[in-house]
């Protein structure tokens, strides 16, 4: 993160907030039925954003997320878009999903 303030840089980060790894964990459910404690804690990102000197953005509803990013995009220097992510939706797209059907 020094380093791209440092440079200049014109670029966007997007760090998935999930307080885990929540990806892994419905992937050993899916196999194993069950997940091993991948839970951790995050770091205040607007604040490591502000400490490098990044731009720093939140999208809390995916329906912004387009809107964020042009902001992103627009102002100068690195920024991180912070987008929090839950898990917990995936097993009931993979359920409804799995009903779906098609003849070919």
Known sequence: ??????????????VWEDNAYGLIAWKQ??????YTDL????????GLAAAFGWNGFRCEN???LQDVLR??????GP????L??????NPKLTRKLG?????I
């Open 1 to 14: 993160m020094e380093t791209a303030k440092r440079l200049g840089v014109n670029i966007t980060m997007l």
């Open 29 to 34: 459910t899916n196999e194993f039925g069950r």
């Open 39 to 46: 839970s951790f804690g995050n770091p205040e990102w607007m």
């Open 62 to 64: 995916s329906a912004d």
């Open 71 to 76: 902001k992103s995009f627009a102002t100068p």
């Open 79 to 82: 920024s991180l878009v912070v």
């Open 84 to 89: 929090p992510i839950d898990y917990r939706e």
């Open 99 to 103: 009903e779906l059907t098609a003849t």
